[in-house]
């Protein structure tokens, strides 16, 4: 399958520990988005990169949300000291940079996260 | 984005065009007007975007209006598997905003 892959696809965590999420795009995609979801909302922009650099981090919901790109192929996503209303899901998306102002995001299954 | 709004559902009996509306009263000039869709438990999938004019694809039409501040996508003949939440959105080639959603239902 060369879609964009997440892992883990659910996770459940106790109020204050730490969560990592990993995201996998689609092998030639430059472009890595992350997004959060919750209950009948659409999905909420909270950060992007371009290979390994994150261009736009201001929409991380708090500083507890960090995300790297290392390498510029994998990314991951990463709460500390998680709360109850980090509850939602996690998606990721990539793209590719070529020809034309836009091209389409393709996002990956998402993350379920459930803080007890 | 909460300044993106769409009626929360809708249905349309199979066969028939679907006409789903959006507003996005604040869209920016350099900002594509674009539109997803989201079956349970997946993620998004993209269905058609555009600037300023229509555009049409293989799966929908998108209508934009002269001030931009609406689109409607027009699924020209809705089957069973159109059943899904359908996301407008705006934004540039870099960050994107998408609102609330529309849950359509195809009814037999």
């Known amino acids: 399958d060369t879609g964009v892959s997440q892992d883990p696809r659910h996770k459940i965590t106790k109020r204050g520990q730490n969560v990592t999420f990993r995201c996998d795009p689609i092998?030639?995609?430059?472009?890595l988005y992350w997004y959060r979801q919750t209950l009948g909302q659409g999905p909420e922009f909270l950060t992007y990169f371009q290979n390994e650099a994150q261009l736009e981090k201001s929409r991380l919901l708090s500083d507890r949300f960090s995300a790297e790109r290392p390498k510029g192929s994998f990314s991951t996503l990463e709460i500390q000291r998680t709360e109850q209303g980090d509850s939602a899901m996690y998606l990721c998306?990539?793209?590719?940079?070529?020809?034309?102002?836009?091209?389409?995001?393709?996002f990956g299954p998402g993350t379920r996260l459930t803080v007890l | 984005d909460a300044k993106t709004t769409q009626p929360p559902s809708m249905d349309c009996a199979e066969g028939r065009a679907a006409n789903l509306p959006c507003n996005h009263s604040?869209?920016?000039?350099?900002?594509?007007v674009y539109w997803y869709r989201q079956i349970h438990s997946q993620g998004p999938q993209y269905i058609i975007h555009g600037l300023k004019n229509n555009e049409t694809n293989e799966m929908a039409s998108l209508i934009i209006t002269e001030d931009r501040k609406s689109s409607t996508l027009i699924l020209p003949h809705a089957t069973l598997r159109d059943t899904a939440v359908y996301y407008c959105g705006k934004g540039t080639g870099n960050q994107f905003y998408f609102g609330t959603g529309t849950s359509l239902t195809v009814i037999p």
């Open positions: 092998s030639e995609h430059n472009r």
């Open positions: 604040t869209i920016s000039g350099n900002e594509y």
């Open positions: 998306a990539s793209r590719t940079t070529g020809t034309g102002f836009y091209n389409e995001q393709f």
